[in-house]
């Protein structure tokens, strides 16, 4: 095989943020048990914050019905997309009358949790294990959520990563060790989050790559960007809410980061009144704010009182959104978009193998295909190709990769064609079906016809300069 050459000029090119969001419904688990306070499942009038790790849901309770004080807690939903069996409940609160658990998250650490009573409580802010066993526990108000803190890229692990929590009226971000609960940074000391919106905090997570942390401000979305291990810059109001009902809980907020995906997702909440829409009250969009077409397929809730929260798997690009009216949790997956992956990729630099997928139209005379490249090296510079053929070689020039094509193949290497991954790691192009470079010229795409694409990058191991590719999709074209 001829060797392949991969030139690159220096033009400096960052790839986009990725198109529509599509969902795709794989299973709704029931709760109603859990409401039933004679059951052994019992862990609320009502669920409240869901964890989800791509196999298992972490779901807690809240008490929306009862005058008196009762014990909410935490319940594990083991293989939710299989059996879906639910365990004895662990970490028993009192809670008064419309209080409870009102944030979950998960890491390798264990399951943070985040309980209010009204007050400051002993088990305010509490890290548990899979199987109930309690770690540590902070006192404090958990009425505005927790989430696991990434830290600073770069930066000093043990000033920046933990389980992350504020509370009403505060300006600051505070930050628990994981392992032992220790305060790294208080409410006094923490990251400054406040702004001008106020200080009704409900929620808050983070983008794993770079820290960034996303807040609700009551029904307001805001986004700050992360500088250093406590430090944060640039605040954006990315969804101004007039109506702010700051006293309206479950008013949540996720990041769904990973390859292809860099969205937000959020309910907006201005009471608590039955027959609230979740298609009115649901939206998704990007970092920025920018509004996000979104697809959720065949799903069709019925309308309760909009109160909902998620938890974003990126390893399995998939998402848990739980209604706490209806009293269940549904798992969607993100749907890549057109064509199907096929062919295995090597890892490259990053330790995982780089990814292609396409988004927009598989028909050709809409002429709306783009192609994205994800888990790329950062700051490494590449390029799509294309083939009719799909095909398998190893190592082809010297390359640490495999290419999955075969025949004639094309290189998109024209004006602004060739992308820099930037610190994301990933690359997009909108290419033009009428032009699809060949080595013989450019030529369209004709209805019935298969293409095939990949992403050719340079990469370096062991300081040694190398390149690798990403893994294959094809197309059925109509």
């Known amino acids: 095989m001829k060797t392949l050459s991969l030139c690159i000029p220096a033009a400096l090119l960052v790839g986009s943020t990725f198109g529509q969001a599509r969902f795709v419904e794989l299973a709704t688990i029931n709760l109603d048990v859990t409401s039933d306070i004679n059951n052994s499942e019992f862990i609320g009038s009502n669920p409240s914050c869901v964890a989800w790790d791509g196999t298992d849901l972490y779901v807690g309770g809240y008490n929306n019905g009862s005058g008196t004080n009762v014990d909410v807690k935490i319940i594990r939903v083991q293989d939710a997309l299989g059996a879906a069996t639910l365990g ?226 990126a390893a399995s690009r998939t998402l848990a959104v739980l209604d706490f009216g209806a009293r269940n949790v549904t798992i969607f997956s993100l749907d890549g978009g057109i064509g199907t992956r096929y062919c295995n990729a090597n890892p490259n630099s990053t330790g995982v193998p780089a990814v292609i997928d396409a988004e927009g139209s598989a028909i050709t005379a809409d002429n709306s295909v783009t192609l994205f490249a994800g888990d790329l ?20 020039g010297g390359s640490a990769g495999n290419l999955c094509l075969a025949g004639q193949i094309g290189r998109y290497v024209g004006p602004g064609q060739i992308q820099n991954s930037g610190v994301q790691g990933q690359i997009s192009l909108a290419i033009n079906l009428t032009q699809v470079p060949q080595p013989t010229g450019p030529v369209a795409v004709m209805p019935g016809e298969t293409w095939n694409f990949t992403c050719w990058f340079r990469d370096s191991v062991g300081g040694t300069a190398t390149s690798n590719f990403a893994d294959g999709v094809s197309i059925d074209f109509q």
Do not use: C, H
């Open 377 to 396: 090296p950062q700051a490494a510079f590449g390029f799509f190709l294309a083939s009719r053929v799909q095909g398998f070689t190893a190592n082809p």
């Open 88 to 313: 004895v409940p662990f970490a028993p609160a009192s809670a008064p009358i419309l209080r409870g658990y009102i944030g979950l998250d998960i890491s390798p650490d264990g399951i943070a949790a985040a309980f209010d009573s009204g007050l400051p409580d002993p088990n305010g802010i509490t890290l548990w294990r899979p199987n109930g066993t309690q770690v540590w526990a902070r006192n404090g108000r958990g009425g505005s959520g927790v989430a696991f803190d990434p830290g600073f890229p770069g930066g000093n692990a043990s000033l920046g990563q933990g389980v992350a929590w504020t509370t009403f009226g505060s300006g600051r971000r505070a930050l628990q060790n994981a392992t032992n609960g220790a305060d790294i940074w208080d409410d006094s000391d923490g990251m400054i989050i406040f702004t001008p919106e106020g200080t009704f905090w409900r929620d808050m997570d983070f983008d794993d790559d770079s820290g960034d942390i996303y807040l609700r401000e009551g029904n307001n979305v805001i986004k700050w960007e992360r500088t250093g291990d406590n430090s944060l810059a640039n605040s954006a109001l990315i969804f101004d809410e007039p109506g702010m009902a700051d006293f309206t809980a479950g008013q949540n907020v996720a990041y769904l980061g990973g390859s292809f995906t860099d969205y937000v997702i959020y309910n907006t909440r201005f009471d608590s009144a039955p027959g609230q829409d979740f298609f009115a009250t649901v939206t998704v969009i990007s970092p920025d704010g920018s509004p996000v077409a979104t697809d959720w397929g065949s799903f069709a809730p019925a309308p309760f009182s909009g109160w909902y929260d998620f938890s974003w798997d």
